[in-house]
């Protein structure tokens, strides 16, 4: 299996490139986010315990996202690869992967990482506010509380990929199809 995880701040436009990564590459894509959502919607009671942290931009606790991640793992064995998108996002859940990952004879391949500036990010989120409807993405205080978690507990994931020459940065600024190329000619030689 070929494993991606897909990084970057908010905003950033993971969700898009993997939806075209996931075509190319005949992958499976967890957007950890999207699941979340996905059991709001549902109403599960998953999707209660989640809404309670990200209506107000805050990580839904590791315990609970690890437990989710490695439900949706095990759903896909069969599949050629996945794309993690919005996941790991603190290092206890990297560790948690990779220790998933390895017991399953698998391991995270690389990571890729969309660079863009801060500054261009909340202006898109805020803008992707008006039609997503997503409660995070509608307030700019929520947004830059977003930010400050990102700089405090995820960011530091770099490092963690950067030690086991595992990540890869890939400018996240231009037209989608520009990017999708960038990032394809990395993950092209994992
Ligand atoms: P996203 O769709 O990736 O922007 O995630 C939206 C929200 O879902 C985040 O702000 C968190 O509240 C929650 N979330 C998604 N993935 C994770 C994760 N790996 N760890 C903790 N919370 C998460």
Known sequence: ????????????GKGTQAALLKERYDLVHISTGDVFREHIKNKTELGKLASSYMDYGNLVPDKVTIEMLKSEINKNLDAKGII????????????ELDSCLKVKGLKVNGMVALEVPE?????????????????DDQDEGKIRHRFGLYRTK??????????????????GVGAIDEITQRLTDVIDKF
Not at 119 to 135: A, D, M, W, Y
């Open 1 to 12: 299996m070929k494993n991606i995880v897909l990084f970057g701040p908010p905003g950033v």
């Open 84 to 95: 993690f998108d919005g996941f790991p996002r603190t290092i206890v859940q990297a560790t």
């Open 119 to 135: 500054n261009l990010l909340v202006e898109r989120i805020l803008n992707r506010g008006k039609t997503s409807g997503r409660p």
């Open 154 to 171: 995820t960011a530091i994931l770099r490092e963690y990929y950067q030690e086991q020459n595992k990540y890869f940065g890939v400018n």
